[in-house]
């Protein structure tokens, strides 16, 4: 069940955004709504959001103060984040990719997305396979520990698949044409847990994930093709079995480069984009830099949407705002 | 415009010429080329049927696997087949590397579908993603050499002069690819459909956010540049602007208002040698202090 608002957004559509009511027994999800709007909204369906504020699932909650006032947690990006990773569940496969830079980790994206896939209600129906060529799995255990998610129980549990690729290399850099080695096993690994899951479970919300692009470019040796020839065959699992998949990259390992083309065929490729930056005016104290979102693919058609949020990233949580909010 | 595109392609090539030819090429500023393609599909299935005569359409799959990984897992048995089956409709194809395969394989399966006669058949390359058969029609400039390129084009070129070949059109992401690759595939078309963006971004350094502002401005409308080359040589320039909605892609004509030619044509110069409307109205606003009070007014006296 999906309802839409149609009457908050015909006033001011541009400014406004879209209200996704899905289900209520399952899924709430606010996208890309002004303050204003926010407000109405609110208002309106307020007879929902109490009966539903002790959940803790929930991505935003009501506070003692006046409505107009709501404090947002999440319900800004991460409503977005999560709209966006929602692929399974809204009946095909989607393609994310997270564009970061050494000055701004977007590593707290992937975080939210495992927390948000593996947590309650979604987290019986879902699994995440996860090719680390970054840090080992106790590096994830101990930030997602924080976040109320025990990653080794759910490992168990067999709803996170953990591929080590920190040692990875690829025999002498060819990734497709020596078998055996290199990025067709690792892709024989990722498709053999999906099959798995599929046999065993049943589960109907399957994420690939990759921390990150540049790392596992490094590991094929340089060689972009090769690495552009393993993200298509992952790609197939998104259309094939209604996967999603959600790839981390450095965007300014490429800023040099006059046609960066991992970068653009990744962009090509990609449903939605996540672009993590530093503020264009420079460090700032209760600000930690500023997220883009652009969705390609909205629910009702192929036009495309950008948000943009200040966040700024706290020990358990990140927190998400409107620019100019905060002072 | 994108009309006479379809009836160009749908009018199919004379005895001895070769067949008309359309690169859709777009770039990540406006990446609707593959709404046009879809666009162009249709309208050609609809042509061939209105016709009266059958439209069928066989696929060659070159993305499901491309490079034979799956085959290869598969036989391993670390994998399980879970790939569609080859059908009279689909077939696979395990190397888009081997370029006369491929090749081949498209006219064989064009084959099939008219015979041997006089029959022709079209043929689609779609290759939005990544060299998914796109290297069949020379514009995969990262996986293989340059000698490769070459070859593509070449194979290309022979697949236009096939005499059963009715029409061909492909689509390109114009900014993966040598510009050498894109300028030779579009000397070998008849027609190129270019898609740009409304608005371009002025600073060209990628990734800010300025840059992300004008992708939303262009988030569901552009440019739709077309050129054809007449058999006689002439060559035909013409613009429409599309709009991307739920139901498809819509056509419109260039608006008035968009003063892009005007201004072109008028030579830069440090100043300006026309007012514009706005300084115009604030120009007659403006009460000079000795103005003429005409022959009948009466006397004011400043």
Redesign the interface.
């Known amino acids: 069940m999906e309802k839409r608002f149609d009457d908050e957004r015909s006033g001011n559509e541009k400014d406004c955004g879209v209200v996704h009511l899905k289900d209520l027994d399952t899924e709430f999800m606010v996208c890309m709504l002004d303050p204003i709007s926010l407000k109405a909204v609110i208002e309106k369906w307020s007879h929902h959001l109490l009966t539903r504020k002790n959940q803790s699932n929930f991505d935003f909650f009501l506070t003692s103060e006046p409505v107009g006032e709501i404090r947002l947690t999440s319900a800004l990006g991460g409503g977005l984040i999560e709209d966006a990773s929602s692929a399974s569940r809204s009946g095909g496969g989607r393609v994310l990719l997270i564009?970061d830079c050494v000055e701004t980790s977007a590593a707290f994206v992937l975080h939210h997305l495992i927390k948000r896939t593996l947590s309650p209600p979604h987290s019986s129906a879902a699994l995440i396979i996860f090719a680390a060529f970054a840090h080992p799995f106790s590096h994830y255990d101990r930030i997602l520990r924080k976040m109320g998610c025990n990653l080794a129980v759910q490992r168990d549990n067999k709803r996170f698949v953990f591929l080590d690729m920190l040692t990875f290399e690829c025999p002498d850099g060819d990734g497709?044409g020596t078998?055996g080695g290199g990025l067709?096993e690792l892709?024989?690994k990722i498709?053999?847990a999906v099959?798995v899951s599929i046999v065993n479970g049943g589960s109907r919300s399957i994420s690939i994930m990759i921390d990150d692009i540049s790392l596992l470019e490094v590991a094929a040796k340089g060689s972009?093709?090769h690495v552009?020839?393993f993200?298509?065959?992952c790609?197939?699992l998104t259309?094939?079995?209604g996967c999603s998949l959600a790839v981390l990259n450095h965007?300014d390992i490429y800023?040099r480069m006059e046609?960066?083309?991992l970068?653009?065929?990744m962009?090509?490729?990609a449903e939605v984009i996540i672009?993590v930056?530093p503020l264009?005016t420079g460090l700032a104290t209760d600000v930690h830099g500023?997220l883009?979102v652009?969705n390609k693919r909205n629910f009702?058609?192929?036009?495309?949407?950008?948000s943009?949020f200040h966040f700024r990233v706290k020990e358990n949580n990140v927190e998400y705002f409107y620019p100019g909010s905060r002072t | 415009m994108a009309e006479l595109i379809c009836r160009a392609l749908r009018d199919g090539a004379l005895d001895g010429e070769h067949a008309p030819a359309l690169t859709i090429k777009d770039s990540?500023d406006s990446?609707f080329g593959p709404?046009v393609f879809n666009h162009v599909l249709a309208q050609l299935s609809a042509n061939i049927l209105s016709a009266k005569s059958q439209s069928q359409l066989r696929v060659l799959d070159g993305?499901?696997?491309?490079?034979g990984?799956?085959v290869?897992?598969m036989e391993?048995g670390?994998?399980?087949n879970?790939?569609?089956e080859a059908s009279n409709t689909v077939r696979l194809c395990n190397d888009v590397r081997d370029l006369d395969k491929l090749s081949l394989s498209i006219i064989e399966l064009g084959r099939e579908l008219v015979g041997q006669g006089k029959g022709r058949f079209s043929v689609a390359i779609d290759s939005?993603?990544?060299?998914?058969l796109s290297n069949l029609a020379g514009i995969n400039s990262?996986?293989f050499a340059s000698s490769n390129e070459i070859k593509n084009e070449l194979s290309c070129h022979a697949m236009l002069s096939c005499y059963q070949v009715s029409c061909a059109f492909w689509l390109l992401?114009s900014?993966?690819h040598e510009v050498r690759v894109t300028a030779a595939l579009e000397y070998m078309s008849s027609m190129l459909a270019n898609i740009e963006p409304m608005a371009r971004p002025t600073n060209v350094?990628?990734?800010?956010?300025v840059n992300?502002?004008l992708?939303?401005q262009n988030?569901?409308k552009g440019k739709f540049h077309a050129r054809l080359k007449r058999r006689n040589g002439r060559v035909r320039l013409m613009s429409e602007e599309f709009c991307?909605?739920?139901s498809g892609i819509k056509f419109t004509a260039v608006s008035s208002d968009d003063g892009m030619i005007t201004q072109s044509l008028v030579p830069k110069v440090q100043f300006n040698l026309q007012l514009s409307e706005e300084e115009r109205i604030e120009r007659a606003k403006v009460v000079l202090p000795f103005e003429h009070q005409g022959m009948h007014a009466n006397l004011s006296f400043y």
């Open positions: 564009e497709g078998f067709v892709y024989g498709q053999k099959e972009s093709n552009l020839d993200l298509h065959y790609h197939t259309t094939e079995i965007e800023s046609r960066p083309n970068i653009l065929q962009e090509y490729l672009k930056e264009a500023q883009t652009m009702d058609g192929p036009l495309r949407k950008k943009n | 990540i990446p709404h993305y499901t696997d491309p490079l990984w799956k290869r897992l391993c670390n994998i399980s879970r790939s569609p939005r993603l990544y060299y998914t990262r996986l992401h900014d993966l350094q990628r990734g800010n956010s992300l502002s992708l939303e988030s569901n991307i909605e739920p």
